[in-house]
């Protein structure tokens, strides 16, 4: 009787064991499953926001592009249509001057006065044309466009500023010049807006692998400086459109530094055989 009391208890202890391995097993294919689910929806989800973020930035870029075109477009239309009128207002009032009877000393007086406004009003429309499309960056290159705007800048501002370039002219594209150079305008109005600084530096390196544009300051953290962020977001993606990195940190000691990485193969143009030779 015992026996077959054993063997009974056996019996059942095996059927639970069996019923429990049954669903240890349920649970792990269950398991599996869900992590399988879940795994192919993160990676549906990766390729819809890798896929709205590719979008995104072609979007942003093409923006910018034809920003830019309108920008060159409306300092076409202000060199040839404002400063035409601007030069021949000048003209006429030079002849009327030296028409006029040289008695009437305050007349002269009011007309050198309209002179001198006229020229401070081509000053300004040089400079604003230069700030929509440097022609500098047109006609003579990039270093060239690349200085006048920092000196300008460093006049303004009253900043003590040194460069440190390459001897000769890189040989960067059209897009990487002309994103170098706006990051360039935003870096240098943060500065000035913001960090309280006396001195900047700039510095462009060229090696076979990356361009590396670099701005510093000697002004405040980054923590003390109110709305540092400004245009930042703008910079960013002119860099990463062209395959590079941005990065803002505070400086060694104090200030703030920021440099530009942009691949080699991406921001310069490739040799033409009058280059080579």
């Known amino acids: 009787m015992n026996r077959w009391i054993i063997v009974g208890a056996t019996i059942c202890n095996a059927l639970l064991v069996g019923a429990a391995a049954g669903l240890v097993a349920h649970d792990v294919r269950r398991r599996g499953q869900l992590a399988r689910s879940l795994r192919e929806q993160r990676e549906l989800l990766e390729r819809e926001v890798e896929a709205r973020t590719r979008e995104l930035v072609e979007l942003s870029t093409h923006l910018q592009s034809v920003a830019e075109r309108e920008k060159a477009l409306l300092a076409r239309e202000l060199h040839d249509e404002l400063g035409g009128l601007l030069v021949g207002a000048r003209m006429d009032i030079s002849w009327a001057e030296q028409h006029l009877d040289a008695a009437a000393v305050e007349l002269k007086a009011r007309l050198n006065r309209v002179q001198q406004n006229l020229s401070a009003s081509i000053d300004l429309k040089r400079r604003i044309i230069e700030e929509l499309r440097p022609t500098l960056l047109d006609n003579v290159g990039f270093l060239a466009a690349l200085r006048w705007q920092f000196k300008e800048t460093c006049g303004r501002a009253g900043l003590r500023c040194s460069e440190y370039f390459p001897d000769e002219e890189p040989r960067l594209s059209a897009d990487a010049a002309i994103a170098l150079f706006r990051v360039a305008q935003a870096a240098f109005s943060n500065v000035v807006e913001h960090s309280g600084a006396g001195a900047v530096d700039i510095s462009l390196d060229i090696d076979e692998d990356t361009v590396v544009f670099r701005v510093s300051d000697d002004g405040r953290s980054l923590a003390d400086r109110a709305h540092a962020a400004q245009g930042l977001a703008a910079m ?41 030779g």
């Open 236 to 276: 960013r993606h002119r860099v990463r459109a062209l395959g590079g990195s941005f990065e803002l940190r505070n400086g060694e000691e104090r200030g703030a530094v920021l440099t530009v990485r942009i691949p080699a193969a991406r921001a310069l143009r490739p040799l033409v055989e009058s280059e080579v």
